[in-house]
């Protein structure tokens, strides 16, 4: 086997227990607070888009309207967030963030952040610079490809 094909496999097998390892870690931090991460995702959709429909905070996160109402359902229940009627169309309904819903959203971001910053620490600016480009160039790719697969 030649270098370049034993480093695309090592790099592969390395970025999957990378994510395995990260989502483990942040998976920690979801439990210390008591926030899954299906509803972390929500959360950050709703504080970008609030007040957002329930109908569009599905199709966003390509959910069906009853998994949708469900993940709702829990953050609601936890007093994250609050449902109303729209101001344009007292059918629809839509979700905002309370108080206690921004405040987790900030703090969780603050852990996630943290974390990072330590999982980094032992690399200097030019390898991060570096790792950053090489990480751009590759979702650069996966997004054309994606583009191309969904023709």
């Not at 995702?41 to 957002?52: D, E, G, K, S, T």
Request: charged share 25%.
């Amino acid at each position: 086997m030649d270098t370049r094909s034993k480093y695309t496999q090592d790099i592969y097998a390395t970025a999957a227990v990378v994510q395995r390892m990260m989502h483990a870690c942040l998976q920690h931090l979801f439990d210390e607070i008591g926030v899954a991460p299906s509803q972390l995702q929500v959360l950050h959709l709703i504080r970008q888009h609030q007040p957002i429909s329930l109908k569009v905070l599905a199709a966003e996160l390509r959910l069906t309207p009853g998994a949708i109402t469900q993940l709702v359902d829990g953050i609601v229940s936890a007093g994250y967030v609050t449902r109303s009627e729209s101001s344009e169309d007292r059918r629809i309904t839509v979700v905002s963030l309370t108080d206690a819903g921004t405040e987790v959203v900030k703090k969780l971001e603050h852990m996630k952040q943290s974390l990072l910053t330590k999982v980094v620490a032992d690399l200097d600016d030019d390898e991060l610079a570096v790792y950053l480009r090489v990480q751009q160039k590759m979702l650069t790719y996966l997004e054309e490809y994606s583009a191309k697969v969904k023709k």
